[in-house]
Each structure stands twice: as structure tokens, then as C-alpha cells.
């Protein structure tokens, strides 16, 4: 009886093994690549916001180069973990990596980031009785999610929407429970409006709202504003675009209310020329000379390493995207890239491989 | 007594080769199913445990208390109370619901219901659990969340609201919400259970209560009731089972808030809802503690395990003493 149950237990070992064994080697494989041959696939995955940009960027780049590009749409930490393991050949990344991520993602051979899409996020919110279109500004947004603006008609927002006729209904912010390039960017730019929430909240693609209520992508946000009365939250450009949400203006540093679309990333991008360590660029601070430009905006990055055995190919890949791949954007509510990006882009590529 | 046959080489130059080998083989494939299933087990508690190591470490056994999930890079502190505590609060809730509704709905189809209502209420019934997790929680969303703060919780607050649990503002989304959302899911699990344990009660025993002067309602509660006692707590834990483990729906429902809230109205999160929205999406050290609430989860789902074995261990003793004391009695 004992024997048996030991035979059972030996057997059950032998094969924890195995399937373990099975799953390092798989993966040794996989990092180590095919290698060689012009035309090896490029396998990626990350962000979610790019993905509708890469869906269109793959097709079109395997007829052009017989390079078929695989892509996961997992979420940026995703794409920042397994490019950090080396699983795919790049990652992508809504936000750009912290200084902790690159010394990790460091640790077997350096990587570069570089911004190769460029959109905005777009508050939406419902209110019954309220006028469509409200006014807002950064001050009072980060109030709200900060929980000190309860009411639609408080004084803060009485005063950006003079003569409107505000109800007195309760504010529910929704956000993302789940990570987001949107947050990233939202956060980012409550962060650079509000010091209570830069430290309160802080700036990532998930973050620890201190009120509201959290739902899951885009539609999810979509359905808990539509389903609240006296709810706002935010989400993609896109998605804003296609939806049928209630959108609020939202005050740029020119003192203007700018209707968010492409031409408005577009010219919030046009206002800023810095271009931080590690092609870091952010939208969020835009210049009082920044005449409608829209305050949301934001890059998404991809992540690759400088080693690698498909250099060839992802040079022409990411050159392509920087480059002719641009024009699919503006149909997907995307903005092109400005110039000093594709050209500090096209600095960053040539470092591949070399 | 095989062997004794086998042994005899007449019989045994008889035998084919199919035959010969048919006993070997049954032992051989049997172990090597029973070996997989527990090499699956010590796998997966195995991968858990190494992916959770960088926040076991980091945290240790303190994170089961800490009240606080935030993943910003810059603070990066994570703990399970949050969760732990919605998903025993909505769990326990959905059972407080769910297991007397099952045996009612149980006892109305085995004893009480004309012969022609029984198959499609049945039916109907076991489809409740063939509605996908995703479809509920969007049914959620849409349809009972509304209704939870427009209507049931306002009743529950201004009749119940000193309680702190039904005080504070009424939601579509929370606690309560994903409550309901798992009373429905795990309801027509412990009915289909307690239904076949409720028709293995013997006839014999149902028509001496009757003989005796039982009226139904008698009889249900002294014979099909204790008799069923260990199937019914079999079915109930089986129920809280699902309702523990259940992620999508949840997660679509419950709001998604990283800090433990008083009111059943508002926003929390749980175990499995948690992983679920966040997993996919993160890196480092938020994923190790993400595979730890996955630990704490699967020794949450062996302990309910035990506890119900027990249970039913017991109760069955006791069930027969009682049994034996009525007859006694009587």
C-alpha cells in the first residue's frame, strides 16, 4: 500500500520535472531565436492604446518587407515585463519606464525606449440637467479625483461655466481598475496641474485613487458613467471619438478650452521640443504659447533591446512605424509623430545592433 | 485469485497477448492518470509560490493585515486585507442567500411540485449556471446595479442604516452588488446537488413519517432534512467554492477599490477579481504580490475544503444518532 502510494508520489515528481524542465528549455529557445535568415518574424506585445495603430502597421509592413510582426495587446506592464525577461523581441509601453524598470530590464543588456504613437485622453462624464460641453480645468479635475469636489455645482465649477445651470447631484469619479496608458496620461497631467496630486496620487498607468468607483477598459468606464448620474471618468481618444459620451472642455495653459481631436494632440505635441534622457517626452506641461493644443496628450513608447539577434528587422520595423506608418494614425485617432521626434527616433534606431 | 489463474501455465499459454498485457497496462495508465493530477497540484503550487517569492520576501506574513494596494512605481505597497476581506464579505453573503433559496427551490421540486413542473423548473434552474461569468457582470453593469442603489439599498438604509454596514451613500457598484451577482451564480450549483441528495432520501422513510401522522411539512423537517444534512453542507460549500473563486463578474460589479470600506454598498475588491483586472498588466514586484493573493486564495480554498469534510464527517455521525433517538422516541 505505502509502496504504492510512494510509486504515485515518484511518478508525480518525475513529471513536475519534466513539465519544468520542459518550460525553461522552451523559453531558452524562444530568447535565443531563429536568428539569421532576412525575414524572421518580430514578436512584441504591450500596450493596449497602440494596438488598433499596430493591427493596421502589421499588414501593411508584411506585404511591404515579408516581415510578419506578432503582437499581444497585454497592457504596458505586460510589455515592460516580458521584454524585461526577454520573451519577445520589443515591448510597448504607454508610459515611459522608471529608472527602476530600465535597471532591471537592463540587467541582460541595455535597452532604449523610443516614442512611436502619439494620442490623448478624453474626460467624458454625465450629468442630467447639466449643459453639454462644461468647461473645466486641470485644478478642478484633480479636485475630483481627489474627493474635494463633491457636488456639479460647486463654486470651482460654477465659475469656469458662468450663467450654465448646474445640479447639485453628487460627483462619482470613475477610472480604470485595471492598468492604462490612459490613466498614465491622466495622471500625469492632474500631476502637473496639482502638487496634492502629484503626491497624493502620484503618476502611473495604475495608480490608488483615493475616491470613485474603478471599471475595466475603455467600455467598462464607458457603461459605469453612462449608467451614473453625476459620474466622469476618462478614456482613450478613440474611444471618446466613437462614443457617444459627454465630453467636457478642458482648459489648456493658453487659457483656451480646445475641442479634443487629432489636430489638438497634434499641436500640443508641435509645442514641445524637449526631448528627455531615453527619447522620454512629456505632454503634460505644454507652454502658455501652446495656441490649441490639447492638455491630455501623451506618446506611447516602444521598448527594445540594442542586442539582439533580429536587428535588421527591427530597424526596418520601427523605422517604418516612425515613419510611413504614421499615416494610418489619423483614421485610428492617432496624431502623426512631429519631426524632431522622428528624427531623434531615427538617431535612437541607428544604435540597434551595433 | 487473477495471479492464481495466471500462474497455471496451461491458462496461461491460452491467453492472447491483448489479455496478457491488459493488466500491466490498466495499472500502469491508471498510476500515470493519478501521478498527472498530482504532478498538476504540486506544479501549480510550486510556480505560485516562485512567482509570489519577490513579495513573500518583501511583505512577508505582514501582508495579509495590511490595508493598502498601491501600485504607483514610486510607493509600490501592496497588501491582501482589502481583498481578503471583500471576498470573505461578499462569499459569505452570497451563501447567506443562496443555500436556503437552493433548498427551498430543492424541496419544491422533489416533494412538492405536480410531476409536470419538475423537468422544466429543473431545467431552468441548471441554466442559471450556463449563463457565461461575463454576460452577469454586464447584466450587472447595466440592469442590476441601477436597481441596487436606486431601490434596494435605500430600503436597507433607512430602515438598517445605524448599522455601519448599511450606512453611507447607495452604489451601483460594491460589495452588495457582487453579493447578488454570486447568490446567482452559486445558486443553481447547491440546488442541483441538494435536489439528487434530497431523492436518495428512501421512500420507505418518507411514508412512515406520513403513517405516523407526519404532515408534509413534518416530514420534510424530520426526515428529508436531516437525512440530506451532509449533501446539503456538500452543496453549500461546493456553492462557496464558486463564489470565492469567481473573478469576471466580480471585478465587473464590485468597483475596484484598494482599501477595505465599512459599508456593504460601497466599492471593494476581492481575491480573485483582484488578479484578474490586474494581472496581465503588470510587472515586478505588483506581480509577485498579485501571485501571492493567488496563494492566499488557493489556502483560502483548501481550508473551506477542509472544514467541509469535516463537517460532512461528522454530521453524518450525528445525523444517525438522531435518526436512531426520533425513532426512539417515536
Given at each position: 500500500?505505502?509502496?504504492?502510494?510512494?510509486?504515485?508520489?515518484?511518478?508525480?515528481?518525475?513529471?513536475?520535472?519534466?513539465?519544468?524542465?520542459?518550460?525553461?528549455?522552451?523559453?531558452?529557445?524562444?530568447?535565443?531565436?531563429?536568428?539569421?535568415?532576412?525575414?524572421?518574424?518580430?514578436?512584441?506585445?504591450?500596450?493596449?492604446?497602440?494596438?488598433?495603430?499596430?493591427?493596421?502597421?502589421?499588414?501593411?509592413?508584411?506585404?511591404?518587407?515579408?516581415?510578419?510582426?506578432?503582437?499581444?495587446?497585454?497592457?504596458?506592464?505586460?510589455?515592460?515585463?516580458?521584454?524585461?525577461?526577454?520573451?519577445?523581441?520589443?515591448?510597448?509601453?504607454?508610459?515611459?519606464?522608471?529608472?527602476?524598470?530600465?535597471?532591471?530590464?537592463?540587467?541582460?543588456?541595455?535597452?532604449?525606449?523610443?516614442?512611436?504613437?502619439?494620442?490623448?485622453?478624453?474626460?467624458?462624464?454625465?450629468?442630467?440637467?447639466?449643459?453639454?460641453?462644461?468647461?473645466?480645468?486641470?485644478?478642478?479635475?484633480?479636485?475630483?479625483?481627489?474627493?474635494?469636489?463633491?457636488?456639479?455645482?460647486?463654486?470651482?465649477?460654477?465659475?469656469?461655466?458662468?450663467?450654465?445651470?448646474?445640479?447639485?447631484?453628487?460627483?462619482?469619479?470613475?477610472?480604470?481598475?485595471?492598468?492604462?496608458?490612459?490613466?498614465?496620461?491622466?495622471?500625469?497631467?492632474?500631476?502637473?496641474?496639482?502638487?496634492?496630486?502629484?503626491?497624493?496620487?502620484?503618476?502611473?498607468?495604475?495608480?490608488?485613487?483615493?475616491?470613485?468607483?474603478?471599471?475595466?477598459?475603455?467600455?467598462?468606464?464607458?457603461?459605469?458613467?453612462?449608467?451614473?448620474?453625476?459620474?466622469?471618468?476618462?478614456?482613450?481618444?478613440?474611444?471618446?471619438?466613437?462614443?457617444?459620451?459627454?465630453?467636457?472642455?478642458?482648459?489648456?495653459?493658453?487659457?483656451?478650452?480646445?475641442?479634443?481631436?487629432?489636430?489638438?494632440?497634434?499641436?500640443?505635441?508641435?509645442?514641445?521640443?524637449?526631448?528627455?534622457?531615453?527619447?522620454?517626452?512629456?505632454?503634460?506641461?505644454?507652454p502658455a504659447s501652446a495656441k490649441g493644443a490639447y492638455p491630455i496628450s501623451t506618446y506611447t513608447y516602444v521598448i527594445v533591446p540594442l542586442e539582439t539577434e533580429k536587428a535588421e528587422e527591427m530597424k526596418k520595423f520601427i523605422t517604418y512605424a516612425i515613419t510611413e506608418g504614421q499615416s494610418y494614425g489619423p483614421e485610428l485617432d492617432f496624431a502623426p509623430l512631429p519631426k524632431q521626434v522622428v528624427a531623434a527616433g531615427k538617431k535612437a534606431i541607428t544604435k540597434i545592433g551595433s | 485469485m487473477e495471479a492464481g489463474a495466471l500462474s497455471n501455465p496451461v491458462l496461461r499459454a491460452r491467453r492472447n497477448l491483448t489479455d496478457r498485457i491488459g493488466d500491466p497496462l490498466l495499472r500502469g495508465l491508471s498510476g500515470l492518470a493519478a501521478a498527472l493530477a498530482v504532478a498538476v497540484i504540486v506544479g501549480i503550487v510550486y510556480e505560485v509560490i516562485h512567482l509570489a517569492w519577490p513579495a513573500i520576501q518583501r511583505f512577508g506574513i505582514g501582508f495579509l493585515t495590511t490595508n493598502d494596494w498601491n501600485p504607483n512605481p514610486l510607493v509600490q505597497r501592496f497588501g491582501a486585507a482589502p481583498f481578503l476581506y471583500g471576498t470573505v464579505v461578499t462569499s459569505l453573503i452570497a451563501i447567506l442567500f443562496a443555500a436556503p433559496l437552493s433548498i427551498a427551490i430543492s424541496i419544491y421540486l422533489t416533494e412538492l411540485a405536480p410531476e409536470r413542473v419538475r423537468r422544466p423548473v429543473a431545467t431552468l434552474v441548471d441554466m442559471l449556471a450556463a449563463i457565461p461569468t461575463v454576460i452577469l457582470g454586464l447584466w450587472g453593469i447595466l440592469v442590476l446595479g441601477p436597481f441596487m442603489r436606486d431601490t434596494i439599498e435605500p430600503a436597507l438604509n433607512s430602515v438598517l442604516g445605524f448599522v455601519p454596514i448599511f450606512g453611507g451613500d447607495p452604489s451601483a457598484f460594491g460589495y452588495l452588488t457582487a453579493a447578488v451577482i454570486l447568490t446567482i451564480m452559486a445558486t443553481p450549483i447547491i440546488t442541483s446537488v441538494t435536489r439528487e441528495v434530497f431523492e436518495t432520501v428512501p421512500g420507505d422513510l418518507k411514508e412512515a413519517s406520513y403513517a405516523l401522522g407526519a404532515t408534509r411539512w413534518e416530514m420534510v423537517r424530520q426526515v428529508v432534512l436531516p437525512y440530506s444534512r451532509p449533501g446539503i453542507v456538500g452543496a453549500t460549500i461546493l456553492g462557496l467554492g464558486r463564489a470565492i473563486g469567481e473573478a469576471i463578474a466580480v471585478a465587473q460589479v464590485i468597483g475596484g477599490a484598494y482599501l477595505i470600506n465599512a459599508s456593504l454598498f460601497h466599492t471593494g475588491g476581492t481575491l480573485a477579481a483582484q488578479i484578474a483586472s490586474q494581472f496581465q498588466n503588470s510587472a515586478g514586484l505588483q506581480k509577485a504580490s498579485l501571485a501571492y493573493l493567488g496563494l492566499i486564495l488557493l489556502v483560502f480554498a483548501v481550508i473551506v475544503n477542509v472544514i467541509a469534510r469535516v463537517i460532512v464527517q461528522r454530521g453524518g455521525i450525528k445525523d444517525i444518532d438522531v435518526t436512531e433517538t426520533e425513532a426512539a422516541a417515536l
Open positions: 500500500m505505502s509502496k504504492r502510494l510512494l510509486g504515485v508520489l515518484l511518478a508525480a515528481l518525475a513529471l513536475t520535472l519534466g513539465v519544468a524542465a520542459c518550460g525553461s528549455s522552451s523559453s531558452d529557445s524562444s530568447s535565443s531565436g531563429s536568428g539569421g535568415g532576412a525575414s524572421s518574424p518580430l514578436v512584441g506585445a504591450g500596450s493596449t492604446l497602440v494596438a488598433p495603430l499596430m493591427s493596421k502597421w502589421q499588414s501593411d509592413f508584411a506585404s511591404k518587407s515579408e516581415i510578419t510582426v506578432t503582437y499581444g495587446a497585454i497592457g504596458s506592464g505586460g510589455g515592460i515585463d516580458q521584454i524585461t525577461s526577454r520573451t519577445v523581441d520589443f515591448g510597448a509601453s504607454d508610459a515611459p519606464l522608471t529608472e527602476e524598470q530600465f535597471e532591471e530590464a537592463n540587467a541582460q543588456g541595455e535597452v532604449e525606449q523610443i516614442p512611436w504613437a502619439l494620442s490623448g485622453t478624453v474626460p467624458a462624464y454625465n450629468v442630467s440637467g447639466a449643459p453639454k460641453n462644461l468647461k473645466l480645468s486641470g485644478e478642478v479635475l484633480a479636485g475630483i479625483f481627489l474627493g474635494e469636489i463633491t457636488s456639479w455645482d460647486d463654486p470651482a465649477i460654477a465659475k469656469l461655466n458662468p450663467g450654465a445651470s448646474l445640479p447639485s447631484t453628487k460627483i462619482t469619479p470613475v477610472y480604470r481598475s485595471d492598468g492604462s496608458g490612459d490613466t498614465y496620461a491622466f495622471t500625469n497631467y492632474l500631476s502637473s496641474v496639482s502638487p496634492a496630486f502629484k503626491s497624493k496620487v502620484g503618476v502611473s498607468t495604475q495608480v490608488k485613487f483615493p475616491t470613485g468607483v474603478g471599471a475595466e477598459k475603455n467600455d467598462g468606464v464607458a457603461a459605469a458613467i453612462g449608467q451614473t448620474d453625476g459620474a466622469i471618468g476618462y478614456v482613450g481618444l478613440a474611444y471618446a471619438v466613437s462614443s457617444e459620451l459627454n465630453m467636457p472642455l478642458v482648459e489648456n495653459s493658453a487659457g483656451e478650452f480646445p475641442e479634443p481631436g487629432v489636430e489638438s494632440v497634434e499641436a500640443a505635441a508641435a509645442a514641445v521640443s524637449k526631448i528627455g534622457p531615453n527619447n522620454e517626452i512629456s505632454l503634460a506641461e505644454l | -
